[in-house]
């Protein structure tokens, strides 16, 4: 039983240690700037797969250990997925689970930097 | 010691400055004119009005030495007053004085140099007026700053030098400029932003990290590090000499106001509703807290929704939606949907903090005033840590 549940656990955070080590390459190289259209659209897909791939209760945790940079990045992307319905593989409450996690944790300011930036995913 | 709150009137109150002594301030009520407010016991009543402009008034400044009042506004002008006797009846009114601004968009920001024998207006024509008095025609002329600013400039603040004027643009950066004007200025000394300053020259240009206007702009009280509040939410601190530049990311609403309370504390306000203070040095910067200590002083509305909540975030509306989509619940339920009070002091977006006391170089209350339409003068040195850490921290969306 014991180990069972340590078995569980370990699994779930070697899990979830994965899915912020692929997050944190996708959203350390986001591609910027013109011309890289196809850039942009590969890292979207890739990084939607993520998202989805992540389980919900590990959501939390993945949030928390990026840096500040790769949670606003993060938040531009949710944004840029929301605005696109129908594309690709994208479920709308998984884009919104994120959202929702991820203003707890980096707060509304993170929001406003998604506005603001100039520098769009 | 709580804050003391005024409440000035039932309109936004776009700007505020209060004479030397603090028995009057000067205030514009959203409106074109300036409304002064005299002190009697515990309330302000509007003794006088200075009205000439035509349209808002965009920004105030009192003088402390001279006791002159300019105002700045979106008519394209900035008039100088003062307290001159009436000559049939002598008594004592305030007279308006023309300043040649010769700016084609409205006047955003204006402040007194140190030595209050010249000031900045700020403008939308992409220009900074520096105005110093003609005496020959009685009238303030002015030169203007232009290069390279590519929108408008939304705040000023001056080098305690007199000489160096820091602004903040809506083309999202933060720049000092020289503003010396050979008739008035002694050569000023060399500082860490350069020793040879002829008008226009650029000392400093500093981008916002993520691209947003920069709302508010200040020296430290040495004036050798600049702060800069911008609408990315982040406020950015800058050693000029270091070369170093501090930028805190903040995870609620854009400041757009902030003055420095003493080398190594600056309190800044805005869209939060309330005073966030931070602190650091050369080694760095970090937030230590709010001088809105939400947690007590507080009636039922801070019991109930504790320290974990946001003050704008707890409307009507968006608890209602919460009830809705979490529990189901429609209608008003326990967590008080009916209550539209915010949890802060200010009620809506604080357009302006400035210093309002100082004891031996820091300064220990500043003064606040808000879209709420209340004027606020808050204890500097109160800050309550808890208050914002757990506000932070604990973010409900």
């Known amino acids: ?121 | 010691m709580a804050p003391e709150v005024f409440n000035l009137a039932q309109t936004p109150i776009t700007c505020h400055s209060f004479s030397a002594d603090h028995k009057q301030v000067a205030a514009s009520l959203n409106s074109n004119d300036a409304q002064i407010f005299t002190r009697q016991g515990a309330a302000w009543t509007p003794t006088e009005t200075l009205s000439e402009h035509d349209k808002l008034i965009t920004s105030i400044d009192w003088a402390p030495n001279s006791n002159r009042i300019v105002t700045a506004s979106q008519d394209r002008n900035a008039y100088v007053w003062q307290q001159t006797p009436d000559p049939q009846t002598g008594k004592m009114a305030w007279k308006p004085t023309l300043v040649l601004l010769r700016i084609n968009r409205a006047a955003t920001h204006v402040r007194w140099s140190p030595k209050e024998d010249k000031f900045a207006v700020a403008s939308g024509a992409r220009a900074i007026a520096i105005c110093s008095f003609d005496p020959e025609n009685n009238w303030w002329v002015s030169k203007l700053l232009k290069k390279p600013i590519r929108s408008t400039v939304l705040s000023v603040d001056w080098h305690p030098n007199n000489v160096l004027l820091a602004a903040g643009s809506a083309d999202m950066k933060a720049r000092v400029f020289s503003a010396y004007i050979k008739e008035v200025d002694d050569k000023p000394a060399a500082t860490v932003w350069g020793s040879k300053l002829p008008f226009n020259t650029i000392c400093g240009e500093y981008a916002s990290p993520a691209g947003g206007w920069v709302h508010a702009v200040g020296f430290s009280p040495s004036g050798d590090v600049l702060a800069f509040a911008s609408h990315d939410s982040s406020i950015s601190i800058v050693y000029p000499g270091g070369p170093a530049i501090y930028n805190i990311r903040i995870s609620s609403l854009p400041f757009v106001t902030l003055t420095w309370t003493a080398e190594d504390t600056i309190v800044a306000a805005g869209h939060d509703c309330q005073p966030v203070v931070f602190s650091g040095s050369e080694a760095g910067w970090q937030g230590v807290g709010s001088l809105d200590d939400s947690t007590s002083g507080k009636t039922a509305a801070g019991a109930r929704a504790g320290p974990g909540s946001v003050g704008r975030l707890n409307s009507v509306a968006f608890s209602t939606f919460r009830d809705a989509d979490s529990r189901g619940h429609t209608g008003s339920g326990s967590t008080g949907a009916t209550d539209t009070k915010l949890l802060t002091v200010h009620q809506n977006t604080i357009t302006s903090v400035r210093p309002y006391e100082t004891h031996g170089g820091r300064v220990t209350k500043v003064s606040t005033s808000g879209v709420d339409g209340n004027l606020v003068i808050w204890d500097a040195d109160n800050v309550s840590a808890s208050g914002v850490v757990g506000r932070m921290g604990g973010m409900r969306v």
């Open chain 1, 1 to 121: 039983m014991m180990r069972n549940s340590a078995r569980t656990q370990s699994v779930a955070l070697s899990q979830g240690a994965m899915s912020w080590g692929a997050l944190n390459i996708v959203l350390e190289n986001a591609p910027y700037g013109p011309n890289v259209e196809e850039a942009k659209t590969v890292t979207l897909q890739t990084l939607l797969t993520i998202l989805n791939t992540t389980k919900a209760t590990e959501i939390p945790a993945v949030i928390k250990e990026l840096s500040q940079d790769g949670q606003d990045t993060l938040m531009k992307y949710l944004y840029k997925g929301m605005a696109m319905p129908g594309w690709g593989d994208i479920s709308g409450s998984v884009l919104l689970g994120w959202h929702e996690k991820l203003t707890e944790v980096a707060g509304t300011g993170c929001i406003v930097r998604t506005m603001t930036d100039r520098r769009t995913v």
